[in-house]
């Protein structure tokens, strides 16, 4: 098994930046792809960026790509997403994800462990 907490979140204004941390713990980190949802208020959680166990693929949604950038250290089993030009619609709970596999899927049931989320809030 393995254990996921992020960090990072908060609130910013429109155009700003972030970068949220995924801290892995328990099972070796480069063991699983990993990927990045998150969920709006009344919406389903939904799929943001995702990067393969070695770190070699990674994937967006449309609507972040150019401003997002995930990214994974396995000397500190942390996954990182830069979110740069950030939008009040980027407002939502972020969570990370782990996924017993060597590729990373942007279905969010096809992964196996989960953190706790941090609040993102982007102010207009």
């Known amino acids: 098994q393995v254990q996921l907490v992020e960090s990072g979140g908060g609130l910013v204004q429109a155009g700003g930046s972030l970068r949220l941390s995924c801290a892995a713990s328990?099972?070796?980190?480069?063991?699983?792809?990993m990927a990045w949802f998150r969920q709006a208020p009344g919406k389903e959680r939904a799929f943001v960026a995702s990067?393969?166990?070695?770190?070699?693929?990674?994937d967006y949604a449309e609507s972040v790509k150019g401003r997002f950038t995930i990214s994974r250290d396995s000397a500190k089993n942390t996954m990182y997403l830069q979110m740069n030009s950030l939008k009040p619609e980027d407002t939502a709970i972020y969570y990370c994800?782990?996924?017993?596999?060597?590729?990373?899927?942007?279905?969010?049931?096809?992964?196996?462990?989960w953190g706790q989320g941090t609040q993102v809030t982007v102010s207009s």
């Open positions: 328990g099972r070796t980190f480069s063991s699983y792809s």
């Open positions: 990067i393969s166990r070695s770190g070699r693929s990674t």
């Open positions: 994800a782990a996924r017993d596999s060597a590729i990373a899927t942007m279905t969010p049931w096809d992964y196996d462990y």
